[in-house]
């Protein structure tokens, strides 16, 4: 294979991961407004520093090259200290990545590749994560997971049980809080193969 083909393809996987930084920098500017919200950090591999694998990407996996990591998604944990608004966080979250994209600001993000974890203040325990249907309850296949829905807005994901590390990145990734205000931009942490070094992958 081609080095170039190899090149192109880490190159793109990079820009993945800023894409959903700058995603993750939209969504908070977008959900600090609401008093309720407490923290804000990026967790998974978005917030990490990127490191190289076997992909699922055939021609590579057949042979054997390894690339960065992809990121499917960009997970935000949120620190909320009350449920009552999280159609309106929804909507917020929504349209902030809408408007991000339209004015040229953003990357095009769609809203369901942002999943927002749901984490209790003082106690760290996750209570579930922002639905992105835009009615509560959708009456969709997710929505009879038992308990999704008994608070509007909070879904629950089928079998999931989070691990005890969630939140690990949330001591580097922490990208606000209410007592402190913006902290960092998603766009400062650590880069691929660099935990030390700022991203440096810019528009």
Known sequence: MKRTRIEEQNCRLLRLQHDFRQAADIVTDALISFEEVEAIAVIGSVAKSLWKEIPRFREFRSAGIELWHECKDLDLAVWISSQHRLGALRRAKDEAL??????????STANHQVEIFLIEPGTDRYLGRLCSFSSCPKDKPECHVPGCGTVLFNKRVDGFIPHADLLASAAFATLYRRNAGRLRSALDLPEAGDPNRSSQVRR
């Open 98 to 107: 809408r408007n991000g994209y339209e004015s040229g600001k953003g990357p």
